[in-house]
């Protein structure tokens, strides 16, 4: 019994000498990255441990080639499985966000927005406040003021440069 496993140690040492470098070229091939096949590959040899009572000389190399193949089955099946699993939560996870201070900083703006519409001539700060506020268009505007479309235009040209400038100054 004990010559039996002898030989079966003798074999599998005698396979790894032999086959590693081939075994490890198979995989490596088929996965692309050198680290993970390595890693493969001592598997293979750890997995053929457990068939030592059937190997033989004649057989060893193609039980390697099936584990070696079975284990880079199972390792792209698990690869692509992660890779459908982690392009679903970057889809469908919320991405955590503070509402309390977007709030606060949203607030901020409109209230030095207001500050520095109150510093504008009347007649943009009324134009700017109805497209601005009230979403209302320059015709719109333009027929509710009694004045023409191009100076209402102009206007909010005017007020809306001056409130990039404003808030360019500001951040």
Same mark, same amino acid.
């Given at each position: #019994? ?34 993970? $096949?390595?890693?493969?590959?001592? @598997?293979?040899?750890?997995?053929? #441990? ?56 949203? @607030?901020?703006?409109? $209230? #030095? ?21 009230? @979403? ?36």
């Amino acid at each position: #019994m004990e010559t039996t496993a002898y030989t079966s140690d003798n074999i599998i040492t005698r396979s790894y000498e032999e086959y590693h470098q081939v075994i490890l070229n198979y995989i490596t091939y088929r996965i692309a990255h050198r680290y993970e $096949a390595e890693d493969l590959t001592q @598997d293979v040899f750890v997995r053929l #441990m457990d068939y030592k009572q059937m190997l033989r000389p004649d057989t060893v190399k193609y039980f390697l080639f099936t584990i070696a193949r079975n284990l880079v089955t199972d390792y792209i099946r698990r690869y692509y499985k992660k890779q459908e699993i982690d392009s679903y939560l970057y889809d469908f996870t919320v991405t955590s966000s503070n509402d309390t201070e977007e709030k606060i900083i949203a @607030d901020d703006l409109m $209230a #030095m927005e207001r500050t520095r519409l109150a510093a504008m001539p009347e007649q943009r700060r009324l134009i700017y406040t109805l497209n601005r506020f009230e @979403d209302k268009s320059s015709p719109e505007i333009a027929s509710e003021l009694e004045l023409s479309c191009r100076t209402v235009e102009n206007h909010l040209f005017l007020g809306r440069r001056d409130m990039r400038d404003f808030f360019r100054n500001c951040i």
